[in-house]
């Protein structure tokens, strides 16, 4: 039997806190949205500057090949509302292979709260309580919590990207950091396994810490077998170049004046 979602008591931070400073960089992105709920349309261009504000807000860049046409054509003809259109690019191969499959599920919550959310989580309570989620029902279940929570309803609706909820504070000379910058795409822990596991031609076996090669080097034959067949190898190449050059030759000698 599944649990239901633990309850959880929000914090005091600056994303429950009603903004008073003026129009900056956040404030663009919330009223072209809000222009277009209210019109119930845009033109061509402000639904572009949105695409790609979606894709910096989930992927935090919007390379060629990962984009999803599929998904902006549905958006651009009106099938499909920005939510559905943040819904699909978190369900997509690419955030699964590049996020969801390289961070815990602790770190998971953090990585998917502050994309959709715009705001950090509300400590262990909230990290642990949407954690066992994905441990019961996989990654669609998150997604879909927070994507139809009141508190995504309310703060972005069905038509606004979100976006990092008062990281420019006014009195403050220097706003809080920007969420790419917080929580990198993974963490040091699945860095230092991937150099364990992958090539790497920096890799120094006598400073590992480990004390003992990695996996893809366990049964690797010694060094001098390694200089031995590549000398082989080298010298094979040579003799039948040799041959090859030494046929050719005679075939053409033997075609002399009748």
Request: aromatic share 10%; with cysteine.
């Amino acid at each position: 039997m599944a649990l239901p979602l633990l309850p959880v008591s929000t914090l005091t931070m600056n994303a429950r806190v009603t903004s008073f400073a003026l129009a900056d960089e956040e404030w663009s992105r919330q009223s072209q949205s809000a222009a277009r709920s209210i019109a119930g349309t845009c033109d061509r261009r402000d639904l572009d500057i949105q695409i790609e504000q979606a894709y910096r807000q989930i992927f935090f860049h919007a390379f060629k090949v990962d984009r999803d046409p599929m998904l902006e054509s549905q958006l651009r003809s009106g099938q499909i509302t920005m939510r559905d259109f943040v819904r699909g690019l978190l369900l997509s191969q690419k955030f699964r292979d590049d996020f969801y499959r390289c961070n815990s599920n602790y770190r998971m919550v953090e990585q998917t709260i502050g994309r959709v959310l715009g705001r950090p989580v509300y400590g262990d309570q909230e990290r642990i309580a949407y954690s066992i989620l994905i441990a019961q029902r996989g990654l669609p279940s998150l997604v879909d919590a927070l994507l139809d929570s009141e508190e995504y309803m309310q703060t972005f609706g069905n038509d606004t990207v979100p976006f990092q909820r008062s990281r420019v504070l006014p009195g403050q000379p220097v706003g809080t950091m920007p969420f790419n910058q917080q929580a990198p795409r993974y963490g040091a822990y699945w860095r230092d396994s991937i150099a364990k596991r992958a090539p790497a031609q920096s890799l120094t076996w006598q400073n590992s810490t480990m004390g003992q090669l990695p996996d893809w080097l366990a049964n690797a034959p010694a060094p001098w077998a390694r200089k031995l067949w590549l000398n082989t190898v080298a010298a094979g190449g040579f003799v039948i170049t040799g041959l090859m050059l030494w046929i050719a030759l005679s075939m053409l000698s033997t075609g002399g004046p009748g």
